[in-house]
C-alpha cells in the first residue's frame, strides 16, 4: 500500500517546473508500483544513495541516466 504523497509528488513535479521527485529510500523493486507511469517524468527524478549498493535499479526503470546523475546535474547547474 502506498502513501496518497506519492501521487501528491508525482503531480506536482508534472505541474512545476522546478520540482522534483526524490525517490531515495524506496525500494527499486516497488519504483513502478508506486509510481506507474515513472517514465513520463524521468527528466524530473532524482536518486540518492541510501539503499544497499546490492540493488540494481536499471532493471527498474530505462531512464536510469538521469535519475541517477544527470537531473541533479541539470538541477545543481553543475554543467
Do not use: C
Not at 508534472?14 to 526524490?22: A, C, I, Q, S, T
Amino acid at each position: 500500500m502506498k502513501g496518497f504523497w506519492y501521487d501528491k509528488a508525482f503531480f506536482l513535479s508534472k505541474l512545476h517546473k522546478k520540482v522534483y521527485l526524490d525517490i531515495t529510500g524506496l525500494p527499486p523493486s516497488r519504483l513502478l508500483r508506486y509510481f506507474p507511469e515513472l517514465e513520463k517524468i524521468s527528466s524530473k527524478v532524482v536518486f540518492g544513495s541510501d539503499w544497499p549498493a546490492i540493488v540494481d535499479i536499471k532493471k527498474n526503470i530505462d531512464a536510469r541516466l538521469n535519475i541517477l546523475g544527470q537531473n541533479a546535474i541539470r538541477l545543481l547547474a553543475l554543467k
